[in-house]
Nanobody, 125 residues
C-alpha cells in the first residue's frame, strides 16, 4: 500500500509555469504507475498524464499534450508534473494517483487504487 501527497499548486498568470510534486509519504512508488488527474469546478475529474513503472512510458490527455511534462525520480519516490504555457482553463484541483504496474489501464479514475488529497492550481487571465 502507498500513500500519496501532492504539492506545488498555487496561483499563476496565464502563460506561466508551475511544477507539481507527488510524493509517496508511506510506502514506495516502486512497481507503481503514477497518474495525474484534474477536476475543474463543477466538472468531472479527468486524466491529465501518467508515467509507467519500469519502461517510463508516458501518456497525456489531449488538452495538456505539448504543454505538460510528467517525470519521475524513483530514488526520491517522487513524480513531477511540469506545467507550461498555462491557460485559465487549466484551473482545477490536481490529483496524483497510483496503481500497481500490473494494471493495464491508464486513463480512467477506476484504474487507480490510491489517491492524494489534491492541490489547487489557479490560472488567472
Amino acid at each position: 500500500q502507498v500513500q500519496v501527497v501532492e504539492s506545488g499548486g498555487g496561483l499563476v498568470q496565464a502563460g506561466g509555469s508551475l511544477r507539481l510534486s507527488c510524493v509517496a509519504s508511506q510506502g514506495s512508488f516502486d512497481t507503481y504507475n503514477i497518474g495525474w488527474f484534474r477536476q475543474a469546478p463543477g466538472k468531472e475529474r479527468k486524466f491529465a498524464a501518467s508515467t509507467s513503472w519500469g519502461d517510463n512510458l508516458t501518456y497525456y490527455g489531449d488538452s495538456v499534450k505539448g504543454r505538460f511534462i510528467i517525470t519521475r525520480d524513483n530514488a526520491k519516490n517522487t513524480v513531477y508534473l511540469q506545467m507550461n504555457s498555462l491557460k485559465p482553463e487549466d484551473t482545477a484541483v490536481y490529483y496524483c494517483a497510483a496503481q500497481p504496474s500490473s494494471h493495464s489501464g491508464r486513463f480512467r479514475i477506476g484504474d487507480y487504487d490510491y489517491w492524494g488529497q489534491g492541490t489547487q492550481v489557479t490560472v488567472s487571465s
